[in-house]
T-cell receptor, first 109, second 113 residues
Framework: SQKIEQNSEALNIQEGKTATLTCNYTNYSPAYLQWYRQDPGRGPVFLLLIRENEKEKRKERLKVTFDTTLKQSLFHITASQPADSATYLCALGDNDMRFGAGTRLTVKP | NAGVTQTPKFQVLKTGQSMTLQCAQDMNHEYMSWYRQDPGMGLRLIHYSVGAGITDQGEVPNGYNVSRSTTEDFPLRLLSAAPSQTSVYFC????????????FGDGTRLSIL
């Protein structure tokens, strides 16, 4: 069956460090993958989309990689700040888009 | 620019009651969907629609009905609420086609006693 796994339920890091979140998938051949941010009590907010022919995508302090051989995406936040504390979700699929369970990131001052 | 609006924000029901969760978007998006979010299980797709008059089932459709009579609205109906349907429900919309980000509402928190 198809699975999307985000390896860590929670990740705690110190301010200024780089946070790295992992998304692994099985039984998918996605044309692209998306990352979202969700704050408590709010809906997810789209951050980045990476296509299968793109190895890396950047947006300000965010970087996403996509390895279709390993079936894995890595999401990096450089120079992390307490305001980056949130749950981060990866998502695959088109009309029937499926999400991972998310990784709750806490950045401590 | 309201985006995706969900009503109500909170609701408590008794087992067996019926209810409609409302979702409206003002971005003229063709695609709309409903998810439920439970602790440790992430977002699970209930139903989706690629345009007015067209709906399809997602991962967990049982116990829920949808219809799409207009582009703007995509209501979710619980015909006979069960405690297992206690959850946070999110509606999302996007343009049709590949590579489109989803725009989410802020959810309806539903408790069924």
């Amino acid at each position: 069956s198809q699975k999307i796994e985000q390896n860590s339920e929670a990740l705690n890091i110190q301010e200024g460090k780089t946070a790295t979140l992992t998304c692994n998938y099985t039984n998918y051949s996605p044309a692209y993958l998306q990352w979202y941010r969700q704050d408590p009590g709010r809906g997810p907010v789209f951050l980045l989309l990476i296509r299968e022919n793109e190895k890396e995508k950047r947006k300000e302090r965010l970087k996403v990689t996509f390895d279709t051989t390993l079936k894995q995406s890595l999401f990096h936040i450089t120079a992390s700040q307490p305001a980056d504390s949130a749950t981060y979700l990866c998502a695959l699929g088109d009309n029937d888009m499926r999400f991972g369970a998310g990784t709750r990131l806490t950045v401590k001052p | 620019n309201a985006g995706v609006t969900q009503t109500p924000k909170f609701q408590v029901l008794k087992t067996g009651q019926s209810m409609t969760l409302q979702c409206a978007q003002d971005m003229n998006h063709e695609y709309m969907s409903w998810y439920r979010q439970d602790p440790g299980m992430g977002l699970r797709l209930i139903h989706y629609s690629v345009g007015a008059g067209i709906t399809d089932q997602g991962e967990v459709p049982n116990g829920y009905n949808v219809s799409r009579s207009t582009t703007e609205d995509f209501p979710l109906r619980l015909l006979s609420a069960a405690p297992s349907q206690t959850s946070v429900y999110f509606c999302a919309s996007s343009r049709a086609g590949e590579y489109q980000p989803q725009h989410f509402g802020d959810g309806t928190r539903l408790s069924i006693l």
